[in-house]
């Protein structure tokens, strides 16, 4: 699950995490009136569950209230690298003259947290990572040890934290830590943490995402809605009954398995843009895959499905029937290639070729993914 900035530094806070008194606003009435009684000049964030919102307009400063009022009015409503902005924050604008970077996660290669800290922290951290990783120190922790003061204040010196500070930043990881191991998170983190012209630390932004396997046993206050942060699509496919994540790219898929749907993505991803991950489980019914069809064909700008289904199990055959009874009940006018192997694969062919359905009978995905190629290139020749 993953936490609003404002829950998020609501938690930092209590572990002694300095971070900006704000106010949550829905309104551009609510927003102004924060903005009264906090004094301005203020900044408005954007309450959405996306990272680079700075770069994307979801932060405005505001250094009068026809200023908050004009920038609460252009957030509040708008959409935001797809999230709708419901709600936004309202805090003062801090004077600092250093932002540094401290994150924790859970290194994938040796499965222990790992905390990550970089002297040059702020809206370019991506970049930063990208074009110069060595600027980003990392250090993995025992679990069973734990973390030391020592270590930290090691990590930090290493990364160019500036030395007056040392101390107080290295608390401040050490208080990061216990979120991150209270909470069972995935990510802990804060970018940017600065300086402020009184030479304290402040948290200017709060990000922290949970283990949805442990939210049960956290004991703590949390939002109740598992589904924030999934776009509409995302929770048609929950109502659909597959796994459903939207990408970026134009090409649909649907698998039968999670397993062959990664690597489905892989190869099509090599020379194309999947649209989204989508996997039906081991359930297929002619009902499941004609609305896996609809949900898949929702997404706008899509210039071909791609399906590829195993029939261990799974009566592919039966969700063959939904494909061709929802081509046949709707106006599709982008390719849809299909590789379909298994218990009654040519019952299968028969039944999608039927409905207009490109079908490859190769056993190697990059066959069908050949032809999908192919189509594409002959429809804009």
């Known amino acids: 699950m993953k936490l609003h900035e404002h829950e998020a530094a609501e938690i930092f806070s209590t572990f002694g995490i300095r971070t900006p008194e704000g106010a949550l606003c829905a309104t551009t009435d609510e927003s102004v009136l924060a903005a009264e009684k906090i004094g301005l000049p203020v900044v408005l964030k954007a309450q959405v569950l996306t990272g680079g919102r700075g770069l994307a307009g979801g932060v405005k400063m505001a250094g009068s209230y026809e200023e908050v009022r004009s920038g609460a009015t252009s957030l509040l409503n708008s959409t935001l690298r797809g999230n709708r902005v419901g709600k936004i924050l309202v805090v003062p604008r801090i004077d600092y003259y250093q932002e540094l970077y401290l994150g924790i996660t859970i290194d994938g290669f040796s499965g222990c947290p790992t905390i990550m800290a970089s002297s040059r922290g702020g809206m370019n951290i991506e970049e930063v990572a990208r074009l110069v990783p060595g600027e980003i120190l990392s250090l993995q922790i025992d679990v069973e040890r734990g973390l030391f003061a020592f270590e930290a204040r090691k990590l930090l010196t290493e990364a160019g934290f500036p030395a ?29 943490l600065v300086v402020c012209s009184d030479e304290k630390l402040m948290a200017l932004d709060a990000k922290l995402e949970i283990d949805d396997s442990s939210l049960f046993r956290t004991g703590r206050r949390l939002p109740g809605d598992r589904d924030r942060g999934a776009s509409i699509l995302e929770r048609l496919g929950r109502e659909t009954g597959v796994t459903y994540v939207e990408l970026d790219g134009d090409i649909g898929i649907i698998s039968s398995g999670a397993g062959l749907g990664m690597a489905t993505m892989d190869i099509i991803g090599q020379r194309m843009q999947p649209a989204n991950f989508l996997e039906t489980g081991g359930g297929i019914t002619e009902e499941l895959l004609y609305n896996t069809m609809h949900l898949v064909l929702k997404k706008k700008g899509l210039r071909a499905v791609f399906i590829n289904l195993y029939g261990g199990i799974n009566p592919i055959h039966e969700g063959a029937k939904g494909i061709v009874r929802y081509l046949r009940e709707h106006e599709v006018r982008i390719p849809v290639v299909a590789k379909a192997l298994g218990n009654r694969q040519e019952e299968t062919w028969d039944i999608l070729c039927s409905g207009g359905v490109h079908v490859v009978t190769d056993v190697a995905t990059e066959s069908a993914v050949e032809k999908l190629i192919e189509l594409l290139r002959q429809r804009n020749s």
Not at 184 to 190: K, M, P, Q, R
């Open 164 to 192: 007056k500070q040392i101390q107080d930043c290295a608390d401040t990881v050490l208080r990061l830590y216990r979120v991150f191991q209270q909470y069972d998170a995935l990510v802990a983190e804060i970018n940017p």
